[in-house]
């Protein structure tokens, strides 16, 4: 291979890994990522984070200046012990809106195959609720992870100060080579999580909840994401 080939090649990797991620979501990342959260909807919590109001029509976690958040593992739900989760000590049985997901056919979310957030705070001080700011259980939620945006929805809640969580299908979508699994998270807090108001985030049963996988279920819900995404002002 000569030298321009080997050029050639590289220039393609940029290209190819920059359409990963839309334009004005890469804008968005980083616009905000310096400095602090300008318009605070909660106070920080234990990590630093804070849920910030500084995009319109969106909620999302802000870290001190130059950070977002990390993302520790998350394996409540059907299954908990399932997979890479076995290892997890804290794994619940249940998630928070799984009177919701019945409803969808199944008997809850399982952190092996729904790529989810965990979003709000209801323990002690500070706490958040995301409803208070319109948003939706079950909506979709774009995390922006390792230069690329992965899909999810809100399918879980913190009883205590925690921020910066997702099930464990999403964190191997965002980090497919770092052999994360219940007990061992992500810890550079540069992960975006970015959450909707309003009921156009919300799949409903246009979300394949009885799916196999989680590419099967990410599939379900990408148009709609790109479609969220697309309307956010960079
Ligand atoms: C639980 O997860 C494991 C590993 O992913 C899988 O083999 C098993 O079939 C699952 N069990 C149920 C009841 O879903
Ligand atoms: C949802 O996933 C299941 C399991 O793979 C599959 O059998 C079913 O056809 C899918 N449903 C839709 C609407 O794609």
Redo the contacts with the bound molecule.
């Keep these: 291979m000569n030298s321009k080939t080997l050029f050639t090649l590289a220039t393609l990797g940029a290209v190819a890994s920059a359409f990963n991620l839309p334009d004005n979501l890469r804008q968005i990342y980083e616009n905000h990522i310096s400095g602090d959260c300008q318009n605070p909807l909660s106070d920080a919590f234990e990590g630093g984070a804070q849920y910030c109001g500084d995009i319109p029509n969106a909620i999302f976690l802000k870290g001190s200046d130059g950070n977002y958040d990390n993302m520790d593992v998350d394996c409540d739900g059907?299954?908990n012990s399932?997979?890479a989760c076995a290892n997890d000590p804290t794994g619940q049985g249940q998630t928070s809106f799984q009177d919701t997901v019945q409803s969808f056919g199944i008997e809850d979310l399982?952190a092996?195959i729904h790529p989810y957030v965990v979003f709000g705070n209801e323990g002690d001080s500070p706490s958040f609720a995301p409803q208070d700011f319109g948003m939706e259980p079950l909506s979709v939620v774009a995390v922006v992870c390792n230069n690329q945006v992965i899909y999810g929805v809100w399918g879980d809640t913190n009883g205590f100060t925690s921020t910066g969580e997702s099930s464990i299908s999403l964190a191997q979508l965002c980090f497919p080579d770092d052999g994360l699994t219940g007990d061992n998270g992500h810890d550079q807090k540069d992960v975006l999580y970015i959450g909707f108001t309003g009921s156009d985030a919300v799949p409903g049963t246009s979300a394949n909840w009885s799916a196999g996988s989680a590419e099967e279920f990410e599939d379900s819900i990408k148009d709609l994401g790109d479609r969220l995404v697309a309307g956010l002002l960079a």
């Design positions: 059907a299954n399932g997979g399982d092996n």
